[in-house]
RNA sequence: GGAACGGUGGCAGAGCGGACAAAUGCAGCCGCCUUGAAAGCGGCCGGCCCAAAAGGCCCGGGGGUUCGAAUCCCUCCCGUUCCGCCA
């Protein structure tokens, strides 16, 4: 959620700042917004008068009966009854004007930090590390590279697409054999180069529905995600969400930020909005997956971290012989809750596309707004200041295992159709050199 | 799934219809004392809304009774223990 405080007082910075969204619906809600909390305020201010009216009457009426005086007593409990009337009505106009200012804030994107770059679409995205290819260019790989890792995962036997239908419905996945122990080799790879900083956690995959809530995907996209509804639960599309609940609702010590965690989860996506799309191999599925790092941090931290998170998942891409880019996501394509967010791209010469293997993102307040995650600040002489602040999160996919898995394929396969296990993942696959070999 | 007992501030723990944001202890902060520290003494010491004063809200969530609810009633959630079931 964007801060309404700031809405209120400085309403021309975050018109405009959303505005380069290109998203007039959501200015269209910044207009309802202001209303609302003018109103809410009246209300509330009226409502507090009575209660305090009401509060005032009651010590008096205790007073009186103490001291006998019922007569005068019961007069002041029939005003007060009258009273409490009219704050009912006002306290239920109150909770009906506040529930709708939740209900608009929910679905009001973030704002976008002031260096996100300008743009429409993701046609507008720009490459700020590499493209590192091959000879330049995209065309610089060889023939026998050119094999879509469909292809080339049945002939090795390790990508059994058809029967992972069978036993569940479309687009879902089954690696078998060498396949299925590269696509763990590479989470264990994952963590292991990460854990110098990030504690490890293996957290719930099924949620609630606030922790869902917490991280921006209820309620607008509650199509994507697939529903336990008997049980009031989220499979969670990315270790993302039940991470950033691990403090939801507790105000931390300064010295416990920036907090890291990362872990490995399966991520389950319905993909209502891709239905049809990328329906071969490995490029999208309902299930796969993911290890996710992840960071709980002070406003300062943030831009730090947020490099930092990137070049990490840029190093172990490149320490896999893959080819890599990293675009920086522009105004038109931030994602609801990003305020700043990059992605880090793999090409895979198979099919003859740059995939996106990982997304890293800050956050700014906005996801700990929703989920109430609060520290305590400190002064320049590192002594507690007065009262609390809201956390920043920020957080990426290390490794998002079917499309790296797919671009391991295509990039190290030989001309004899063998695949050459990366050396940094050869600890993992029980000495499996070759696959195919 | 059944039964019993619980859910109060950073922690422990009183309060069980009015003077309670809430005793007390521990932890923390400031000061005195001290060469320094400890002990001792004095003070401070929850969060939220409102620009703020005033005021209001918060004792697991929601609802009810009452002039008035941490306290009584209903309901849901969570925890502990026992029983049942079970990877």
């Known amino acids: 959620m964007i801060d309404i405080r700031l809405l209120r007082s400085a309403p021309d910075e975050v018109r405009s700042a959303l505005a380069r969204r290109g998203d007039d619906a959501v200015l269209h809600h910044l207009d309802t917004l202001i209303t609302l909390d003018a109103s809410l305020r009246d209300v509330t201010a009226e409502r507090d008068g009575i209660r305090a009216k009401v509060n005032d009457l009651s010590r008096t009426v205790g007073q009186l009966r103490r001291d006998g005086k019922v007569d005068d007593a019961s007069r002041l409990q029939d005003e007060s009854r009258e009273l409490g009337l009219r704050e009912e009505e006002l306290a239920a106009e109150h909770d009906r004007v506040q529930g709708e200012i939740r209900n608009i804030l929910l679905v009001v994107p973030n704002l976008p930090n002031e260096q996100v770059p300008e743009g429409g679409s993701d046609a507008d995205n720009p490459v700020v590390s590499g493209p590192f290819l091959p000879n330049g260019g995209e065309d610089g790989f060889a023939e026998h590279q050119r094999v879509p890792h469909w ?83 989220w499979c969670i599309p990315t270790a993302e969400v039940p991470l950033t ?44 997956d993911k290890v996710e790092i992840l960071a709980i941090a002070t406003p300062e931290q943030s831009p730090d971290l947020l490099v930092e998170m990137v070049g990490r998942v840029e190093r172990m891409i490149a320490s896999l012989g893959l080819h890599h880019r990293v675009i920086e996501i522009c ?17 895979a010469p198979g099919c003859g596309q740059w995939l996106e293997v990982s997304s890293i993102s800050w956050f ?13 600040p400190v002064g320049e002489d590192s002594k507690p200041v007065k009262g609390t602040a809201l956390a920043h999160t920020l957080n990426g996919s290390a490794l998002a295992v079917p499309r790296v898995w797919a671009a391991i394929l295509e990039t190290h396969r030989n001309p004899d159709g063998s695949v050459t296990v990366p050396e940094v993942l050869r600890p993992y696959m029980r000495g499996i050199e070759i696959i195919g070999g």
């Open 331 to 347: 105004t038109g394509d931030l994602g609801q809750s990003h305020h700043r967010s990059f992605d880090v791209e793999v090409y």
């Open 151 to 233: 292809d080339i995962g049945v002939a090795l036997g390790i990508l059994d697409n058809e029967r992972a239908t069978k036993i569940a419905a479309s687009m879902f996945t089954m690696q078998r054999g060498a396949g299925a122990t590269l696509a763990r080799a590479l989470c264990q790879y994952a963590l292991d180069l990460n854990a110098d900083a990030f504690e490890e956690v293996r957290p719930p995959t099924l949620v609630s529905t606030a922790t869902l809530t917490s991280t921006g995907q209820l309620p607008k996209f509650a199509d994507d995600a697939y529903a336990i509804e008997r049980d009031d639960l």
């Open 245 to 288: 609940s691990i403090y939801a609702g507790e105000i931390l010590d300064h010295a416990q930020l920036p907090a890291r965690f990362m872990a490995y989860s399966p991520c389950y996506r319905r993909e209502a909005g891709s239905a049809g799309r990328d329906t071969r191999g490995m490029l999208r599925a309902h299930e796969f």
């Open 364 to 376: 700014s307040d906005y996801q700990a707004r929703r989920a109430d995650i609060r520290y305590r």
